[in-house]
């Protein structure tokens, strides 16, 4: 069974860095098609963040401006989101999801979220 696990989200103040960590469970993280971080912010919708392919390029949403940056340790099956230079308005609930492409079937796969909380 596939299971993405988030942590590292908190409190911190505007100008602050943070580290977010999706582990991999039940897979490796080089068998998803995509790992991508998504964000929820109050009243809005869930909105994508950042993606990593199995090669190791990344995307990230042009709104970030630069301040965020998506790694992974394919040892530790783990993948990362650097954030730096928060701003309250990256106050969200972070998500990670995993997508696979097996054959014509696809699955997607989702972490229950971590909840940072930037502060002005």
């Known amino acids: 069974q596939v299971q993405l696990i988030e942590s590292g989200g908190g409190l911190v103040q505007a100008g602050d860095s943070l580290r977010l960590s999706c582990v991999v469970h039940g897979n490796t993280v080089v068998s998803f098609s995509s790992l991508t971080w998504y964000r929820q912010r109050p009243g809005n919708q869930r909105e994508w963040v950042a993606g990593i392919l199995p090669d190791g390029r990344t995307d990230y949403a042009d709104s970030l401006e630069g301040r965020f940056t ?51």
Do not use: F
């Open 70 to 120: 998506m790694s992974r340790d394919n040892a530790k099956n783990t993948v990362y989101l650097d954030m730096s230079r928060l701003k309250p308005e990256d106050t969200a609930v972070y998500y990670c999801s995993g997508h696979i492409i097996n054959g014509y079937r696809e699955y997607d796969y989702w972490g229950q979220g971590t909840q940072v909380a930037v502060s002005s």
